[in-house]
């Protein structure tokens, strides 16, 4: 076996450093371009990165961290695991990420408790799993051809098998997949490779007798594979915990752990193995503070055979360069570190041999007790809603963004440039809003929204206007496919100078009779979808924006607004991964909310909105933001949250539209996933809406797609009012 060199990184961005793979994807998507193109593109950036990685001194190149899509659709394609009902589409990787006119696409859900999306995989009875091994080959060849060796890396199949769809039935499939992971591993002895990555994020929950046992049966039989490359078995996002002494009882090479998120406990089970300690963060922007990497280096080699430098987890979750940020302050820029930033330290920090002060524990600052707040109870509510906005039943209303046109995004970059003056993009932005009401008013929509055109992202937007916060120019960071945020950067004590919402939804609600609703985004995902300062609790710090919120809502109400809508997309993505942490977390951040909305009148009604998070495990905890309406990702889904919410107590918009795909569904889709709502829950209680926010799909697809959910919902309230509703 050949020794892991003394540094590398997990994972690296693969966006571009200007979203080069974004316009790339979405130029194929449209037609403008071919797949050589794209694949020029693809290349184009794997070689960028490998160089870089070289430059900045980097000891051990990974590949295969690449991706058109997302990874664990990778994996699936690996493995030959692509359903029968995509293998006739004219691009089948596609078709599962995006969907087709006529065809669905598999769901979509967070990766572990980050804010990127992966492509949840169909496992069943029926899968054949066949290797496809062409991806991470071509890529091992193309590094070569540039003069680099590089360690393949792909997801572990435990790992995979649990983020499937069924999780349970998957793992009987283990054998099986086993047999196709022994099979690459010959593929890539033969080419010559000294390690290969496999990542098993799962392992570092709570896991259950069997799926330990799944751990120990796939890396004895991977490890006893005669004719393979040295495993190195990565873990992120938290501690080993349990599976920690059974990955370490076999005879795999080297185990990855996780030292920012995880404590080093449980390391004599190490004895002998080479340990890849990633002691600098994958997840956050703060420089790593060279003592503590060198204290943990330093425990863990008390352990272990051989001590390898490394990232916590990939760097896919941070932007690519610091430099790129002139913009910001430098006593700010001083405290940060974005991925080339990153790799650098991880270089340094190998270079230096582990040595170092002992750390100063600085003392943890205690938290401030927060009351829970509440409003009068729901019942009380409902009814002075009802007589005040006389909505009819089944109201139809979205989640919040309509398209954001290319005018409009050329328009604020213009703003900011100095080219535009304010007046004349104030009146672009008023022309857009009332083009949105007439649009829903058209359509017959029964709650209307003014579509956000004046705010580039739902998090970002408020960070611009409130104190504490700093935003970027080329901070991206990937979210799924194409789709990519700008993650401000919470450094201080966050407050709101003035109101920042309030003028739109006027000027909204000036143009039409009907309800208009105040959208505002909630302070567990302002939270969620920012770096956060590291010197406070995060408690403290997501009470601070509900205050700011809490202003907000009642400027909305003071405006008019009858119905505001805070969203919390991110509720689900921050409870921690072991049960342990879970009850507390969930406690707080239901206070936060309730702090943030419970300033609001009995007549005003207050929405959320959760998506693509598995909603359904926190059900209780999402009842308890004491919402009067909450909307929720389900037609992506396939509805599966209607099974858990016949106790839900309030209104529910279980969605009808996917709008991550861009495919439009017909009507019957509609009416179809309707009368499944309608089969658990009490008509007076449904709201009809699509999924998510419409800001990434064009005005046609909206369009057609919303005159289709009205259509479907006019006749259902007919069946509902002649007594005929199934």
Not at 43 to 67: H, M
Not at 132 to 156: C, H, N, S, Y
Not at 189 to 209: F, I
Not at 272 to 293: D, F, L, N, Q
Request: aromatic share 6%; with cysteine; charged share 25%.
């Amino acid at each position: 076996m050949s020794r892991f060199p003394q540094s590398t990184v997990l994972g690296y961005p693969r966006i571009g450093p200007r979203r080069e793979l974004k316009r790339a994807l979405e130029s194929y998507w449209d037609g403008r371009t071919g797949r050589a193109e794209l694949d020029r593109v693809g290349a184009a950036l794997r070689a960028d990165t490998w160089r870089r990685l070289d430059e900045l001194g980097l000891a051990a190149l990974p590949s295969n961290t690449f991706s058109l899509y997302d990874q664990v659709l990778d994996t699936a394609v690996l493995l030959g695991a692509v359903p029968e009902r995509y293998r006739d589409a004219a691009d089948p990787y596609f078709a599962m990420a995006r969907g087709t006119e006529g065809l669905a696409p598999l769901r979509m859900t967070k990766w572990f408790d980050t804010n990127y999306h992966y492509i949840v995989p169909e496992v069943g009875p029926e899968t054949v799993f066949k290797l496809d091994a062409a991806k991470p080959l071509a890529e091992l060849r193309q590094a070569r051809e540039l003069g680099f060796e590089t360690r393949p890396v792909v997801i572990g199949p435990v790992t995979f098998l649990l983020l499937s769809a069924d999780p349970a039935a998957a793992l009987d499939r283990l054998d099986d997949v086993l047999a196709c992971y022994e099979e690459l591993l010959g593929a890539l002895a033969a080419e010559g490779v000294a390690w290969v990555q496999l990542d098993e994020p799962a392992l570092v929950a709570d896991r259950t007798p069997d799926e330990l046992a799944a751990v120990r049966t796939a890396y004895e039989r991977l490890a006893g594979v005669a004719a393979r490359p040295a495993l190195f078995v990565a873990s992120y996002f938290g501690h080993l915990g349990e599976a920690l002494p059974v990955l370490a009882a076999t005879a795999v090479e080297a185990i990855g752990v996780d030292l920012v998120n995880g404590a080093p406990d449980g390391l004599a089970a190490l004895a002998g193995k080479t340990v890849v300690a990633g002691v600098v963060s994958g997840r956050e922007v703060w420089r790593t503070a060279p003592e503590r990497a060198a204290h943990a280096l330093r425990t863990v080699a008390q352990h272990a055979g051989q001590v390898v430098v490394s990232t916590s987890c990939s760097l896919l979750h941070v932007p690519y360069d610091l430099r790129d940020e002139p913009d910001l302050d430098p006593e700010l820029t001083a405290r940060l570190a974005f991925a080339e930033q990153k790799v650098a330290e991880v270089v340094e920090l190998a270079r230096t041999g582990f040595e170092g002060p002992e750390p100063v524990e600085r003392a943890a600052p205690s938290a401030r007790p927060e009351p829970v707040e509440r409003r009068s109870p729901y019942e009380v509510r409902a009814a002075a809603q009802a007589a005040h906005l006389r909505l009819p039943v089944l109201p139809i209303t979205t989640i919040g963004s309509f398209p954001q046109t290319g005018e409009l995004r050329q328009a604020r970059a213009a703003l900011a440039a100095g080219t535009l003056a304010a007046g004349d993009y104030e009146r672009l932005v008023e022309a857009e809003i009332e083009r949105v009401v007439r649009l829903q008013e058209r359509l017959g929509l029964d709650v209307l929204v003014h579509g956000e055109p004046e705010r580039n992202d739902m998090v970002q937007y408020f960070a611009e206007h409130l104190d504490g916060f700093a935003v970027t120019r080329n901070g991206w960071v990937q979210s799924y496919g194409s789709r990519c945020t700008k993650p401000p950067i919470l450094h201080g004590d966050v407050a709101r100078p003035e109101p920042i919402t309030v003028r739109w939804a006027r000027h909204a609600r000036s143009l039409t009779g009907k309800p208009v609703k105040g959208m505002l985004t909630g302070p567990v995902t302002i939270v969620a979808w920012s770096f956060v300062r590291d010197d406070l609790p995060l408690r403290e710090v997501t009470f601070q924006v509900a205050d700011a919120v809490r202003e907000e809502v009642r400027d909305l109400e003071a405006a008019g607004l009858s119905i505001i809508q805070v969203d919390e997309p991110a509720l689900r993505e921050l409870l921690p991964l072991r049960r342990a942490g879970q009850a507390g977390y969930l406690e707080w951040a239901v206070a936060a909310y309730r702090r943030a909305t419970s300033g609001a009148g009995d007549s005003t009604q207050i929405h959320t909105h959760l998506c693509y998070s598995d909603a359904g495990e926190i059900l209780a905890a999402i009842d308890g933001l004491d919402a009067d309406v909450t909307t929720i990702e389900s037609a992506r889904s396939g509805a599966r949250i209607l099974d858990a919410v016949g106790s839900f107590g309030r209104g529910l918009g279980p969605g009808v539209y996917d709008i991550h795909s861009p495919r439009v569904p017909s009507g019957a889709e509609v009416e179809e996933l309707l009368r499944r709502t309608l089969a658990a829950l009490p008509a007076e209680r449904v709201w009809v809406n699509p999924d998510c926010g419409l800001k990434t799909r064009t005005y046609e697809q909206v369009e057609a797609a919303l005159a289709n959910v009205a259509a479907a919902t006019g006749r259902l309230r007919a069946e509902l009012t002649s007594g005929n509703a199934r």
